[in-house]
């Protein structure tokens, strides 16, 4: 079964893919930790996506495309996918429908203003990935709970200019993404502004 998230910057769409990966057994291919990845490791892809990254800026349709080409050939993908942060845009979603049809859609929806407060204060741990929030804060402050790691502010939510961008940006691209996939049926709205739990058992209804 394959799977695109979507929903605005702090909806909580890297959490409840993450869980719903577990819950099917199916990799979860996040286009932003995949960029981070590479960032974190210098390689050239890291270093022409980072400067994208910073701005709060797209990176361009040709390398976010590749990448995701590349990693839907690795054999663990062959049952199926959850996709976090792809596809962005009218072109991306033509190069998915290309390569991987998707069974469903869900849309996280979360309103402007608690999407810049999720965002500007979240932490994670940059080695488990783990984001804590206001709504999952760590057991001690700036600690990971599973490492015990120190946790960090990723850098393109330090800045609200950039945060903002980065949700007026995804509004608009979004758009005909929602249009696509309510046309082909398999769009699913969940209210993303309630408690975690709930709006992963919403999400469980509609896919298992
Ligand atoms: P995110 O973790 O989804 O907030 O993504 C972090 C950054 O990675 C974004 O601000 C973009 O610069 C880049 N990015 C993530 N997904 C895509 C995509 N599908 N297409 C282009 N750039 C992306």
Request: charged fraction near 30%; hydrophobic fraction near 35%; charge should be neutral.
């Amino acid at each position: 079964m394959n799977i695109v998230m979507m929903g605005v910057q702090g909806s909580g769409k890297g959490t409840q893919s993450k869980s719903l990966s577990r819950e099917l057994d199916i990799p979860h291919i996040s286009v932003g930790d995949l960029f981070r990845e590479n960032v974190g490791k210098g390689t050239n892809l890291g270093k022409r996506a980072k400067e994208f990254m910073d701005k709060g800026e797209l990176v361009p349709d040709s390398i976010v495309i590749n990448m995701i080409k590349d990693r839907l050939e690795h054999p663990d993908v062959k049952a199926g996918c959850i996709l976090d942060g792809f596809p962005r845009n009218g072109i991306q979603l033509a190069a998915l429908e290309y390569l991987r049809p998707v069974e469903h859609a869900v849309l996280l929806e979360l309103d402007k203003e608690t999407a810049i407060e999720r965002l500007t204060n979240r932490i994670e741990c940059p080695k488990c990935g783990i984001i804590y929030g206001m709504n999952m804060p760590p057991k001690n402050p700036g600690v990971c709970d599973k490492c015990g790691g120190p946790l960090t502010q990723r850098s393109d939510d330090l800045n609200v200019e950039a945060v903002e961008k980065r949700i007026a940006l995804y509004h608009k691209e979004i758009e005909v993404l929602v249009r696509y996939y309510d046309w082909k049926g398999v769009l699913r709205h969940v209210n993303a502004g309630l408690p975690q739990k709930e709006v992963f058992e919403r999400i469980k209804r509609f896919i298992i």
